[in-house]
């Protein structure tokens, strides 16, 4: 409630506001040849996206400023059109025709899996400008913190290191993102370990956020949302460029940009070094990052042909155990119990009473991950004449690395190892240190043949991929305090694990009248996948699992005209089980079945320009989305452990999420804006049991209920509320909130993390000065009303020393107010 009345205040501040505006800009965009409407082509006023044009090729544009401006627009295989544009009063209306026949962009690439207007999905679109506003060196999730049904965490407490990202409630495990249309989840786990490619946001050309299945991707299904990543992109002037932060925590980040523009006509080149490192805001939780970006480029009329590499190293202290209950609410009875049941020792309770949340679990100096990341994409694309054109790409990424961890007295047996014999006494535990590796390849290749007449009424794609990923998981013993006959690097568990994934599919939108569209999408996914030896646990894990999934979707649009439109669709998600579920069980324990997903979508949008409000010029959009994402043999945690502890999954028959995304914005030019978005969800397990243990340590199966869905807030919400009080000079304040988030499945308020709602501040001040392009000074302040939360936890249960079932909840508190402060330079 309070959010929804922050959200009215500013409106009405907004509605009072003085009348800077000047008039609005609207027109149509047609092939010059032909005089034929061009649905879609892409507007940009002084460089920042300002929509897309209708069905009809017509758009629309916020009231804009006094003064000169660029308007660029650009449509796939026409010429871009660059055009000044004067603010003035009263509305100015365009015709612009573009020229066919354009050198391709790296556009071609991408947009075969993109979501548009006539794809009846609901999306987000970002472009480089957008992501620029936030980045201060924090990973990729805290960019995307303000967009529709997103809730971010971080292990280290300010977002820099291991964060992750939910939409929907749902993991990254369940978003499937690419890059340049390269799949980036880690096969096996599913996971996108962003904390690999640290500042890949400052080599990103545009990003798009699909919520729900959306549209055919490559790679693993989108069971939440799916995150499109490109890179590519043609800057025509050469350009060096500098960010430079620094922020609490001992938070640096530098990086060097630079780019030759088009040399000849044809030849490109781009490159970026970057480093970011902190201390991080819980104990013992640095990070060291590096990471570089390189892409040379050749373009013709016709043809685009592009290499493109780029690789993260990252070294992070272990803060992934987060904190013990405790330490969050100093209840020294509870402490005590985590004691008695041996999740902490005497020592580390200590410790948890003098640190507090921001308490580290671990103290071996060189307790860390240390993971490196190399991406090579080769990009191809081809015009086939006037209506085709053709984009493929070939991929290897490679992977490898390890974290180290020192662990007391662990039986030898345990490392398959003999006990230790001296004289009369037998030892069979040791103190020691090893390092867990993964070592990797992950290759193949994409294509799309995409067919766009100039007419624009039916648009097609025919894709698809083929991806093979080999992983080895080992581990190795480094030092041991007792040891006998112990190689050096004395490896204790092998295995290899190899998944094969190809998927094929055919899309197409039809342009039925000038008011009704149609969307079909068909794909064909085949998984082969088989892991060969021991686990750490010494557990033979061999598995072989192969599975076929079909996934149809389908959506219409009504257009309504004054920029109005209504969506529906429909779309099926299928994926396998991740590694965990196949190694976590009992050896030859293989059945964890596929999921699956029916996703219905609906809405209305309304973009329109120029309107008169209370005597102001304003610019608005929004958007009205209901989604019913009915499951079928959702995997969930059921609170069984496994023989060593770890936590079970199981299928359950049936499972939902329901809820309403809203999302408007008011503009008033250049000069003062909000932007809201609203989730309104339930997200519910049906006949779930809960499982827990007697004071015999037998698992007992509660009575089926219906239960809420961990992680799942009913409530998320986001206002950003920015103004440019003078030239140059832009503030903005960000609010986020979050409704309570329950830790397991249990709806137990007592396994939950608290609501919490945040508030940032944000200050960009840029000039020209004669001797360079633009130096900006910017400052971000984080949690500016210093609220303490925690933002991720998990849970788990047993009979502890008391005889009765005990609970033990583990939290990642986030960070006080903090800030960052950057200089950026750019020539």
Same mark, same amino acid.
């Given at each position: 409630?309070?959010t929804?009345?922050?959200?009215g205040?500013?409106?009405?501040a907004?509605?009072?506001?003085?009348?800077?505006?000047?008039? =609005?800009?609207s027109?149509?965009v047609?092939?010059?040849?032909t005089?034929?409407?061009l649905p879609g082509?892409?507007?940009?006023?002084?460089g920042t996206?300002s929509g897309t044009?209708?069905?009809t090729g017509?758009f629309a544009?916020p009231?804009?400023?006094?003064? @000169?401006?660029?308007l660029?627009i650009s449509?796939?295989?026409?010429?871009?059109?660059v055009q000044?544009?004067e603010?003035?009063?009263g509305?100015?209306?365009l015709r612009?025709a573009?020229?066919?026949g354009?050198?391709?962009t790296g556009?071609?690439l991408?947009t075969a +899996?993109q979501?548009?207007?006539?794809?009846g999905t609901?999306?987000?679109?970002?472009s480089?400008?957008?992501?620029a506003?936030?980045?201060?060196?924090?990973?990729?999730?805290?960019?995307?913190?303000?967009?529709?049904?997103?809730v971010?965490?971080?292990?280290?407490g300010?977002g820099?290191g291991?964060?992750?990202?939910?939409?929907?409630?749902?993991s !990254?495990t369940g978003?499937n993102?690419?890059? !340049?249309g390269?799949?980036l989840n880690?096969p096996e786990?599913?996971? +996108?370990?962003?904390?690999?490619?640290p500042?890949?946001a400052s080599s990103i050309?545009?990003?798009q956020?699909?919520?729900?299945v959306g549209?055919?991707q490559?790679?693993?299904?989108a069971f939440?949302?799916?995150i499109?990543?490109s890179?590519?992109?043609?800057?025509?002037?050469?350009y060096a460029?500098?960010q430079?932060?620094?922020?609490?925590f001992?938070t640096?980040?530098?990086?060097?940009?630079?780019?030759?523009?088009?040399v000849?006509?044809?030849?490109t080149v781009d490159?970026?070094?970057?480093r970011i490192?902190?201390?991080?805001?819980?104990?013992r939780?640095?990070?060291?990052?590096?990471?570089y970006?390189?892409?040379?480029?050749?373009?013709a009329k016709?043809t685009l042909?592009?290499f493109i590499t780029?690789?993260?190293?990252?070294? @992070?202290?272990?803060?992934?155990?987060?904190?013990?209950?405790?330490?969050?609410t100093?209840?020294?009875?509870l402490?005590?119990?985590y004691?008695d049941n041996?999740?902490?020792?005497?020592a580390?309770a200590?410790?948890?009473?003098?640190?507090?949340?921001?308490?580290s679990?671990y103290?071996y100096?060189?307790?860390?991950?240390?993971y490196? %990341?190399?991406h090579?994409?080769l990009?191809?694309?081809?015009?086939?004449g006037p209506?085709w054109?053709?984009?493929?790409?070939a991929h290897l990424t490679r992977?490898?690395?390890y974290?180290?961890?020192?662990?007391?007295r662990?039986?030898?047996?345990?490392?398959?190892?003999?006990n230790?014999v001296v004289?009369?006494?037998?030892?069979t535990r040791?103190?020691?240190?090893?390092q867990?590796?993964?070592d990797?390849?992950?290759?193949?290749g994409?294509?799309?043949l995409?067919?766009?007449?100039?007419?624009?009424?039916?648009q097609?794609?025919?894709?698809?991929?083929?991806?093979?990923?080999n992983n080895?998981?080992?581990?190795?013993?480094i030092?041991?305090?007792y040891?006998?006959?112990?190689a050096?690097?004395?490896?204790y568990?092998f295995?290899n694990a190899?998944?094969?994934?190809? !998927?094929a599919y055919?899309r197409?939108t039809?342009?039925?009248?000038?008011?009704?569209?149609?969307?079909?999408?068909?794909?064909l996914?085949?998984i082969g996948?088989?892991?060969d030896g #021991?686990?750490d646990d010494?557990n033979?894990v061999?598995?072989r699992?192969?599975?076929t999934?079909?996934?149809?979707?389908?959506g219409?649009?009504? +257009?309504l005209?004054?920029g109005?439109?209504?969506?529906?669709?429909?779309?099926?998600g %299928?994926?396998e089980p991740?590694?965990?579920?196949?190694?976590?069980? =009992?050896?030859?324990?293989?059945?964890?079945? =596929?999921?699956r997903?029916?996703?219905?979508?609906?809405g209305?949008?309304?973009?329109?320009?120029g309107?008169?409000?209370?005597?102001?010029?304003?610019?608005?959009r929004f958007?009205?989305?209901?989604?019913?994402m009915?499951?079928r043999?959702?995997l969930?945690?059921?609170?069984?452990l496994?023989?060593v502890?770890?936590?079970l999954?199981?299928?359950v028959?049936r499972?939902y999420r329901?809820?309403?995304?809203? @999302?408007?914005?008011?503009a008033?030019?250049?000069?003062i804006?909000?932007?809201?978005?609203l989730?309104?969800?339930?997200?519910r397990i049906?006949?779930?049991r809960d499982v827990?243990?007697?004071?015999?340590?037998e698992?007992?199966?509660?009575?089926?209920?219906?239960?809420? #869905?961990s992680?799942?807030p009913?409530?998320v919400s986001a206002?950003?509320?920015?103004g440019q =009080?003078?030239?140059?000079?832009r503030?903005?304040l960000?609010?986020?909130t979050? +409704?309570r988030?329950?830790?397991? !499945?249990s709806?137990n308020k007592n396994r939950?993390?608290?609501?919490?709602?945040t508030?940032?501040?944000?200050?960009?001040y840029?000039?020209?000065?004669?001797?360079m392009?633009e130096i900006e000074?910017?400052?971000?302040v984080?949690?500016?009303l210093?609220?303490?939360?925690?933002?991720?936890?998990?849970?788990?249960s047993?009979v502890g020393a008391?005889?009765?079932?005990?609970?033990f909840?583990?939290?990642?508190?986030?960070?006080?107010r903090?800030f960052?402060?950057?200089?950026?330079v750019?020539f």
């Amino acid at each position: 409630m309070k959010t929804v009345l922050l959200a009215g205040a500013a409106l009405c501040a907004l509605a009072t506001a003085p009348a800077w505006a000047q008039g =609005p800009v609207s027109g149509t965009v047609t092939d010059a040849r032909t005089g034929e409407a061009l649905p879609g082509a892409t507007i940009l006023l002084d460089g920042t996206a300002s929509g897309t044009t209708d069905a009809t090729g017509a758009f629309a544009l916020p009231a804009v400023p006094a003064g @000169t401006h660029e308007l660029r627009i650009s449509f796939l295989g026409y010429d871009a059109l660059v055009q000044r544009v004067e603010g003035q009063a009263g509305e100015q209306r365009l015709r612009n025709a573009l020229q066919p026949g354009a050198v391709l962009t790296g556009e071609a690439l991408v947009t075969a +899996s993109q979501a548009n207007d006539r794809t009846g999905t609901a999306y987000t679109n970002l472009s480089k400008e957008d992501l620029a506003k936030r980045n201060f060196g924090q990973d990729l999730p805290y960019l995307l913190d303000q967009t529709p049904s997103v809730v971010v965490n971080s292990d280290a407490g300010a977002g820099v290191g291991y964060t992750d990202i939910r939409i929907r409630g749902t993991s !990254n495990t369940g978003i499937n993102m690419t890059i !340049n249309g390269v799949p980036l989840n880690d096969p096996e786990s599913r996971g +996108s370990f962003l904390v690999n490619l640290p500042d890949l946001a400052s080599s990103i050309n545009s990003l798009q956020v699909q919520r729900g299945v959306g549209t055919s991707q490559n790679g693993g299904a989108a069971f939440g949302a799916s995150i499109n990543i490109s890179t590519l992109g043609v800057r025509r002037e050469a350009y060096a460029e500098s960010q430079n932060t620094y922020g609490s925590f001992n938070t640096w980040k530098n990086n060097v940009q630079f780019g030759t523009g088009l040399v000849g006509g044809h030849f490109t080149v781009d490159g970026r070094l970057s480093r970011i490192a902190t201390d991080g805001y819980m104990n013992r939780a640095a990070s060291d990052l590096k990471s570089y970006y390189f892409a040379a480029g050749y373009q013709a009329k016709s043809t685009l042909l592009k290499f493109i590499t780029f690789s993260g190293r990252e070294k @992070t202290y272990q803060a992934w155990n987060g904190v013990p209950e405790p330490a969050i609410t100093g209840n020294r009875a509870l402490l005590q119990t985590y004691v008695d049941n041996g999740e902490l020792s005497e020592a580390n309770a200590a410790r948890v009473l003098r640190e507090g949340r921001r308490y580290s679990y671990y103290t071996y100096d060189n307790q860390t991950d240390n993971y490196q %990341q190399n991406h090579y994409q080769l990009h191809l694309s081809q015009g086939l004449g006037p209506n085709w054109n053709v984009g493929a790409a070939a991929h290897l990424t490679r992977g490898f690395g390890y974290y180290e961890s020192y662990r007391e007295r662990r039986k030898f047996s345990d490392y398959g190892l003999p006990n230790v014999v001296v004289g009369n006494q037998t030892i069979t535990r040791t103190n020691l240190i090893d390092q867990k590796w993964l070592d990797n390849y992950f290759y193949g290749g994409t294509f799309a043949l995409n067919y766009q007449p100039r007419e624009g009424k039916l648009q097609a794609t025919l894709g698809g991929a083929w991806n093979r990923f080999n992983n080895d998981h080992y581990g190795e013993i480094i030092w041991a305090q007792y040891a006998q006959n112990i190689a050096h690097r004395q490896r204790y568990y092998f295995n290899n694990a190899t998944k094969t994934d190809y !998927n094929a599919y055919a899309r197409a939108t039809w342009q039925a009248t000038s008011w009704l569209g149609v969307y079909g999408d068909l794909q064909l996914r085949r998984i082969g996948y088989r892991i060969d030896g #021991i686990e750490d646990d010494q557990n033979d894990v061999t598995t072989r699992a192969r599975y076929t999934f079909f996934n149809p979707k389908a959506g219409t649009t009504v +257009s309504l005209g004054h920029g109005q439109q209504l969506y529906a669709s429909f779309a099926v998600g %299928q994926r396998e089980p991740v590694r965990a579920d196949f190694t976590d069980r =009992p050896a030859g324990d293989q059945t964890a079945r =596929p999921e699956r997903l029916e996703d219905y979508e609906g809405g209305y949008r309304i973009n329109r320009a120029g309107l008169s409000w209370l005597g102001l010029i304003t610019d608005v959009r929004f958007e009205a989305n209901y989604y019913f994402m009915n499951y079928r043999d959702q995997l969930v945690a059921t609170g069984q452990l496994n023989d060593v502890g770890t936590a079970l999954r199981t299928n359950v028959a049936r499972s939902y999420r329901r809820g309403l995304e809203l @999302t408007g914005a008011v503009a008033a030019a250049d000069k003062i804006s909000l932007s809201s978005t609203l989730t309104l969800s339930q997200n519910r397990i049906q006949n779930y049991r809960d499982v827990v243990y007697d004071e015999n340590f037998e698992a007992v199966v509660g009575a089926p209920r219906t239960s809420t #869905i961990s992680y799942s807030p009913a409530v998320v919400s986001a206002h950003t509320l920015e103004g440019q =009080p003078l030239k140059g000079l832009r503030t903005a304040l960000l609010l986020k909130t979050v +409704s309570r988030q329950y830790l397991d !499945n249990s709806a137990n308020k007592n396994r939950s993390l608290q609501p919490y709602q945040t508030l940032d501040f944000r200050v960009r001040y840029a000039f020209r000065p004669v001797f360079m392009k633009e130096i900006e000074l910017a400052i971000l302040v984080n949690n500016l009303l210093n609220r303490e939360y925690a933002a991720n936890g998990y849970t788990y249960s047993y009979v502890g020393a008391s005889g009765r079932q005990e609970t033990f909840n583990w939290y990642y508190p986030q960070a006080t107010r903090n800030f960052l402060a950057s200089v950026n330079v750019k020539f």
